[in-house]
């Protein structure tokens, strides 16, 4: 069931994305630019090479997660958290680089305010990400990697 354009539009215009200029263009850049990085990076390639068998639905459904965190568009349903903690090969270590990539992809592909707000949430997203595969694997929680300003 979609809302009427008139939510949609009330929606979008309440998102954290809104005000910087984020948009699906942006967001589509974004993710096939960070995913096209990792997937040639020495650290990260051959995890989520493991990981990913087939990446145009990923793809896809990584700019549905996005779009729902900017644009509050609601596209993404999915339970990340289940997802990554089920990889056993995820370790902390893999964050700061995730963090790290992600970071320089969003200044280099998107306006000031808009790559700070993708950096902000990717911050938010690895500490939970972090946070919750510790505990799912009865382990300590590690400490809080958050991407430098």
């Given at each position: 069931?979609?809302l009427?354009?008139?939510?949609?539009?009330?929606?979008?215009?309440?998102?954290p994305?809104?005000?910087v200029?984020?948009?699906?263009?942006?967001?589509?850049?974004l993710?096939?630019g960070?995913y096209?990085?990792?997937?040639?990076d020495?650290?990260?390639?051959?995890?989520f090479?493991?990981?990913?068998?087939?990446?145009?639905?990923?793809?896809a459904k990584m700019?549905?997660?996005?779009?729902?965190?900017?644009?509050?568009?609601g596209r993404y349903h999915?339970?990340?958290?289940?997802?990554?903690?089920?990889?056993?090969e995820?370790?902390?270590?893999h964050f700061p680089?995730?963090?790290?990539l992600?970071?320089?992809?969003?200044r280099?592909?998107?306006?000031?305010?808009?790559?700070a707000?993708?950096?902000?949430?990717a911050?938010r997203?690895?500490?939970?990400l972090?946070?919750g595969?510790?505990v799912?694997?009865?382990?300590?929680?590690?400490?809080v990697?958050?991407?430098s300003?």
């Amino acid at each position: 069931m979609s809302l009427p354009d008139s939510l949609q539009s009330a929606r979008l215009q309440l998102s954290p994305g809104y005000p910087v200029g984020v948009t699906e263009a942006m967001i589509a850049a974004l993710v096939h630019g960070f995913y096209g990085r990792i997937r040639t990076d020495p650290v990260l390639g051959p995890v989520f090479g493991r990981a990913i068998a087939d990446w145009d639905p990923h793809l896809a459904k990584m700019c549905d997660f996005w779009s729902s965190v900017t644009l509050m568009t609601g596209r993404y349903h999915g339970t990340p958290m289940q997802v990554h903690a089920a990889l056993a090969e995820i370790a902390p270590e893999h964050f700061p680089r995730w963090l790290e990539l992600f970071g320089q992809t969003a200044r280099e592909l998107c306006p000031p305010a808009a790559a700070a707000l993708f950096v902000d949430r990717a911050g938010r997203i690895a500490e939970s990400l972090q946070t919750g595969i510790a505990v799912a694997r009865g382990a300590p929680p590690p400490g809080v990697v958050r991407p430098s300003t």
